[in-house]
């Protein structure tokens, strides 16, 4: 078998609590390989770490304990070449327009002007953001700026893309729509996606492996397998075993979901 | 043009035909104040000898000075202040109460410090106008987002590209605020300076006229001190409603 493309040895995350008080055990022991090109999805209830996760892969914080390592090297305080992130919340810059927007990385990369154009028109249209190339963020919807946030980070090329509730504040047709166009990312590009979700269905339909995760501190439960073919589409939540996966996730989450809102003994 | 515009022009142009009734036929008398249309031909006569081109020069020279020295070290202190929370915190209740101090109560010690040339009026000007700068910097970065943040590290900028690049651009509506405060207070600091301590300058100028009860000189002098402080004024102004329409206000 390849090496995994992203590992994760007994990590650790705890964040000091000031003033003397208890600090935070917010994730770990975790143990977890991403194959090369594969789609990844963890979920999880809330405030399990699963975006402490996803903080510590993007090298946006360091592990308290254990390894981290991307391509064989370990990721230490800087995000490493070849990750791309897309955030939850709207990331755009809102005094550039969208071409600008997408351009961003590449120029603070020092890439040629003429590479710069011929990669952002093609992230555009990728998107299908071309007509929106000279408008500015708040002229657009908030599934066309989640777009631009994610050519943003395409238009860098990376080999790993971590994508945290990236469609948490849409609205579910759009998601399911916005699921499709991922999907079709992920085919075209090969890169290897990392999905963090608070949706079953969402990771579900999305992805190959599925990581389940406790509640507070969060520990990988279980790892359930789509065995989806490659190229797929939102259709296939009318698959019998859409609903058979859904469930599976559901019974492990179920019991994690009710420590997480306190209610942990009521059953 | 909005009807509220077209309202303003016909208060402004009402009062302005008032004022010209009024010392036309004499309730106020010409010693006071001459009329409006005397007062534009008077403007105009100033500005054709060019009698008045030094002090104007003087004057703006140094409101421009103590302006952008306001703003650049205004803007460079803010972004500063804003990284250090404690000595922030200690020093925000001294911005707030800062444009209680009359700064015109220190001349003496400045004329004292800087001597009696230029210096002292424009650091008038000058401490006038840079903590509304500061305050309104720290106002604008206070407001950038946590994931505007975040996605300046996704790009590995470090602490100066990510002031350059997202927050200060981020929070340019605020600064901008700043910055017409800025202008205004350069305006008031350095002219109400040359009123009090200047041989030179539109203030000066203004003084002398009306220690001489020169009518013709006085009047014009304020209406083009007014004029150009609004002129100045509305093309910031129109430059910051241009950022906030391009960012989806209104």
Redesign the interface.
């Known amino acids: 078998m390849a090496p995994a493309h992203v590992s994760l040895r007994e990590v650790t995350r705890v964040f000091p609590a000031p003033g003397g008080r208890d600090a935070v055990h917010a994730l770990g022991p975790v143990d977890l390989d991403l194959r090369q090109g594969e789609f990844f999805a963890i979920v999880g209830p809330s405030g399990c770490g699963k975006s402490t996760l996803l903080d510590l892969i993007?090298g946006?914080a360091a592990a308290t304990a254990g390894t981290v390592s991307f391509e064989g090297r370990e990721i230490r305080g800087?995000?490493p070449d070849g990750i791309?992130?897309v955030?939850q919340?709207?990331?755009c810059?809102?005094?550039?327009t969208v071409a600008d927007n997408i351009a961003?990385?590449l120029r603070?990369a020092g890439a040629p002007r003429k590479e710069v154009t011929r990669r952002t028109g093609d992230a555009l249209a990728l998107m299908g953001l071309g007509d929106f190339a000279n408008s500015?963020?708040?002229?657009l919807s908030g599934g066309m700026r989640q777009r631009v946030c994610i050519a943003r980070t395409l238009v860098m090329q990376p080999r790993l893309v971590l994508l945290d509730e990236p469609f948490g504040a849409l609205d579910q047709q759009t998601r399911l729509l916005m699921g499709d166009e991922l999907l079709r990312l992920w085919r075209e590009t090969g890169a290897t996606v990392l999905l963090i979700t608070h949706a079953l269905d969402e990771a579900a339909m999305l992805a190959d492996r599925i990581g389940v995760m406790s509640a507070r501190p969060g520990t990988l439960l279980d790892i359930v397998e789509t065995r989806w073919p490659r190229e797929r589409s939102s259709r296939i939540v009318a698959d019998p075993s859409f609903g058979e996966i859904t469930g599976r996730l559901w019974t492990v989450l179920r019991e994690e979901s009710l420590k997480s809102i306190g209610a942990g003994e009521r059953r | 043009m909005t009807r509220q515009a077209r309202y303003r022009i016909a208060v402004i142009v009402g009062a302005l035909v008032l004022l010209e009734v009024l010392c036309r036929i004499g309730t106020i008398d010409r010693l006071t104040m001459p009329p409006p249309s005397r007062i534009a031909l008077d403007l105009w006569v100033m500005l054709r000898s060019g009698s008045m081109a030094g002090a104007m020069l003087k004057t703006l020279t140094n409101v421009a000075i103590a302006f952008i020295a306001a703003v650049l070290s205004g803007v460079a202190l803010g972004v500063f202040l804003h990284g250090l929370r404690a000595v922030r915190e200690t020093l925000d209740p001294l911005f707030a109460t800062y444009y209680a101090i009359p700064v015109f109560a220190f001349y003496p010690l400045l004329i004292i410090l800087f001597g009696l040339g230029d210096t002292p009026q424009i650091v008038i000007g000058y401490m006038l106008a840079v903590v509304a700068v500061i305050v309104n910097t720290l106002n604008g970065l206070d407001r950038v987002?946590p994931?505007?943040l975040?996605?300046a590290?996704?790009?590995?900028?470090g602490p100066v590209?990510t002031a350059l690049?997202?927050t200060l651009?981020?929070a340019?509506p605020h600064l901008l605020t700043g910055v017409k405060l800025a202008l205004a207070y350069a305006f008031i600091g350095i002219v109400g300076a040359e009123f009090l301590m200047s041989q030179t300058g539109m203030g000066f100028e203004i003084s002398f006229a009306y220690n001489n009860f020169d009518n013709a000189v006085m009047y014009p002098l304020i209406v083009l001190i007014i004029a150009l402080a609004t002129a100045i004024n509305m093309t910031l102004t129109h430059l910051e409603k241009a950022?906030l329409r391009?960012?989806?206000?209104q």
């Open positions: 993007a946006l800087e995000v791309g992130v955030l919340e709207d990331a810059f809102p005094w550039l961003f990385g603070e500015y963020p708040a002229q | 987002t994931v505007l975040r996605t590290r996704i790009y590995r900028m590209k690049k997202v651009p981020c340019a950022l391009r960012r989806g206000y």
